[in-house]
Every structure is written in structure tokens, then in C-alpha cells.
């Protein structure tokens, strides 16, 4: 299958695989499919709980997007599972606020990832302002620049 791998900055041929060789100390996941870019060793995960079971998640990250991606789940998730905002508006006002469609697993690069993160917790701050509960402000990182990239 055709998918972008953000490793290569491209679109690669990526191949199927399992669990077994992606991950060989998790015998959990071995059965799980994924897709692998055999250039750079990258791969994604699919919606393997689906129809449509080796459907990848997005573009194939690096470790440091994967890293990014958790950063910006750890920000946004807690704030739609309170119920202050659903899921898909805040998606939405993402969207709205990088100017295009946002989904957390097509970020592309790390710089995408910070903009997200600063676009998501603007949001965030003025959800928590809206519903006056200031404490619950003080969960999120202050400054996005500590988006792990190491
Ligand atoms: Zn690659």
C-alpha cells in the first residue's frame, strides 16, 4: 500500500506485517498488522478493530512524531473525555485554527506538531476560563517547545 512516510518525506510502498516482527518481546501484539516502510524501518499501526482491519491509522511516523503525537493526546484528551467540549468540535476548532482538517495521526513533522499543540491548548486554556475552574488550567504545559523531539 501507498502511504506517506513521514521519516522519508515521501510516499513509500509500504509492506504488511505483524506484531511478531515489529514488536518480537510483545507476544500481545503479534498478531496485530501494520505497515512498514522498509526504507527507513518507520511504521504505523492499523484500525485493526474495524471492517477493515489493516487500514493504517495515518502516515507512518517517526519516533520523535510518535513522541509529539502522545504529547498532544495528553492535551487534548483529558479536555473532551471532561465533556467541556466534545471530541469533534475540538477537533473542529483544531482544524479551524491550522487551517486545514485535523487528525492527530496525519501530522507530517514535528514543526506541524507544535503548531497543533499551541493551536490545541489556546483552545483549551479558554474552554477552562469559560467554565471557571482555573486549577485545571495549571495540568498543561506552559510552553509547547517541550514537545519531546530528543
Ligand atoms: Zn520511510
Known amino acids: ?27 500481545d501484539l503479534a498478531a496485530l498488522p501494520f505497515w ?8 504505523v499501526g492499523c484500525h485493526h478493530k474495524t471492517a ?10 517517526t519516533p520523535e512524531l510518535s ?27 483544531i482544524g479551524t485554527a491550522v487551517g486545514r482538517r485535523y487528525h492527530t ?5 514535528v514543526e506541524e506538531a507544535r503548531q497543533v499543540y499551541r493551536a490545541a491548548r489556546t483552545i483549551i486554556l479558554s474552554l477552562n476560563e469559560a467554565s471557571a475552574s482555573p486549577a ?6 506552559a510552553d509547547p517547545s517541550t514537545i519531546d523531539v530528543a
Open 1 to 27: 500500500m501507498t502511504i506517506y512516510c513521514c521519516g522519508c518525506s515521501n510516499k513509500v510502498d509500504a509492506r504488511l506485517t505483524t506484531g511478531a516482527e515489529i514488536y518480537p518481546r510483545r507476544p
Open 36 to 43: 512498514v516502510c522498509d526504507a527507513c524501518g518507520n511504521y
Open 52 to 61: 477493515n482491519p489493516t487500514q493504517p491509522l495515518g502516515c507512518i511516523p
Open 67 to 93: 513522541a509529539a503525537r502522545q504529547h498532544i493526546h495528553r492535551l487534548i484528551d483529558p479536555a473532551w473525555k471532561s465533556g467541556k467540549i466534545s471530541r469533534k468540535a475540538l477537533y473542529e476548532k
Open 105 to 109: 495521526a496525519q501530522i507530517r513533522s
Open 136 to 141: 485545571s488550567a495549571e495540568h498543561i504545559a
